[in-house]
């Protein structure tokens, strides 16, 4: 038996002893993503977190993905095997920013990406995920509203839907905002026929000169009921592993250098292991915030 092997056996043992699941997220290392009960993005994993049974729930994913399960089964255990990983977008408005930024625009509704604090989501009318920011903001029906923390995201929803101004705060994902347009063009020179799909936290230049611009779950059953059998990927490279199972036999090219977000790949299956035998560290959100929180992210579940 591999090493990996093992340490897969340990961690199923260990779930069954624990009454746990394991959630991770679709940027999740390979061998993580192999050992988990559900893989999925942030809104399927919130899903996930809310109707499971178990008494533990081990989240393999970034600091902001912890909380919001924590913050949707307040009564179970959320464990992060890397509690260090957090989301230097998330990262980029506090509670206090976004507090002033609703006082300069009173009678504004709040739309807040899931890529945020509980605290964020607290001062918040809904949350949205890139799988359904669009219909999150048409929902409301209002002619402006503050979109947090991505402004790529942002630009993409409001042109989506021009009926609708969009204030936009300025974060943004590091990992997926620094493409060079140079890595883009030579990828399409070298893959003439492939369709290019494209994550909505990259630049607008880039999201206008996609086939398609999707969140990672849309990419997976995209790369799927496509005709085309080869995609350049613009996304964090873990969702390579995915869309090989997803799409069997089809053929995915990702840029070079790869895109790696470095948050997503410091929990390992040692790391996950470990959390459970010693059941570390249980992410707590303040119950105050959390219920404030909740109807935000309700809000957005409601949806479908
Ligand atoms: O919503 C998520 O999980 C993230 C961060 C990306 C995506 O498109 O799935
Ligand atoms: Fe945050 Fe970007 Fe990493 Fe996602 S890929 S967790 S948005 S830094």
């Not at 949205?128 to 409301?140: D, F, K, P, Q």
Request: net charge negative; proline share 6%.
């Amino acid at each position: 038996m591999t090493d990996a092997a093992a340490i897969h056996e340990e961690i199923r043992a260990l779930v069954a002893e624990r009454d746990a699941v394991v959630l991770a997220h679709n940027y999740q290392r390979p061998e993580v993503q192999d050992v988990a009960d559900f893989v999925g993005d942030s809104l399927g994993l919130s899903r996930q977190a809310a109707a499971t049974d178990a008494s533990v729930i081990v989240f393999a994913g970034v600091h902001f993905m912890a909380e919001t399960a924590k913050i949707l089964s307040p009564d179970k255990t959320v464990l992060m095997p890397e509690p260090r990983a957090g989301c230097p977008m998330a990262d980029m408005l506090t509670g206090e920013q976004l507090a002033a930024w609703r006082e300069e625009h009173p009678g504004v509704p709040a739309v807040t990406y899931v890529n945020s604090s509980a605290e964020v989501k607290a001062l918040s009318d809904i949350c949205c995920t890139s799988a359904n920011a669009v219909e999150v903001v048409r929902s409301l029906g209002a002619p402006k509203v503050l979109f947090g923390p991505d402004r790529n995201l942002a630009v993409w929803v409001g042109q989506q839907l021009p009926e609708v101004e969009i204030v936009a705060w300025d974060g943004w994902c590091p990992t997926h905002d620094e493409v060079s347009a140079e890595e883009v063009r030579e990828a399409m020179e070298r893959h003439p026929s492939a369709e290019v799909i494209v994550h909505p936290e990259c630049q607008p230049w880039l999201t206008s000169l996609a086939d398609a611009v999707l969140s990672t779950s849309q990419m997976l059953r995209y790369a799927a009921e496509s005709a085309a059998d080869e995609f350049i990927v613009i996304t964090e490279e873990g969702l390579l592993h995915g869309l090989a199972k997803a799409a069997p036999g089809k053929r995915f090219v990702n840029l070079t250098p790869r895109m790696i977000c470095p948050n997503m790949k410091v929990t390992t299956i040692e790391k996950v292991r470990d959390s459970l035998a010693g059941m570390h560290t249980a992410i707590e959100v303040d119950p105050g915030v959390a219920r404030a929180a909740l109807g935000a992210v309700e809000r957005m579940v409601a949806l479908g």
